[in-house]
């Protein structure tokens, strides 16, 4: 993968975990986004040509659903091409950790 492509991977990492409920990327189970970079591997994220996935760890609250939906819209804006969202698993506001 090019700088630009890894550029693109770690703005779109820094997008995402920026927005507000955003716990952090979800790298559990078999078949999770991921992307392979020179020296590093950015685990629940793929990042294509022609779209994307992440998959996250969002804050459990009411509006989950509207906060995918922000979500999906941040990272779509990001990385120019339609990116899908995976809520791999939600954590109490105050646990806070990705497992």
Do not use: K, W
């Not at 979500?71 to 990116?83: F, I, K, M």
């Amino acid at each position: 993968m090019s700088q630009s492509a890894a550029e693109s991977v770690d703005r779109l990492v820094a997008a995402i975990t920026a927005i507000d409920g955003v716990v952090g990327l979800y790298s559990g189970g078999a078949g999770a986004p991921a992307t392979h970079l020179p020296g590093r591997t950015v685990q629940g994220v793929r990042l294509g040509p022609a779209g994307g996935q992440v998959q996250v760890v969002l804050e459990l609250r009411e509006g989950l659903i509207d906060l995918a939906d922000h979500v999906r819209h941040v990272a779509s804006e990001v990385a120019g091409v339609p990116v899908d969202v995976v809520v791999g698993d939600v954590a109490l506001p105050d646990s806070a950790q990705v497992e």
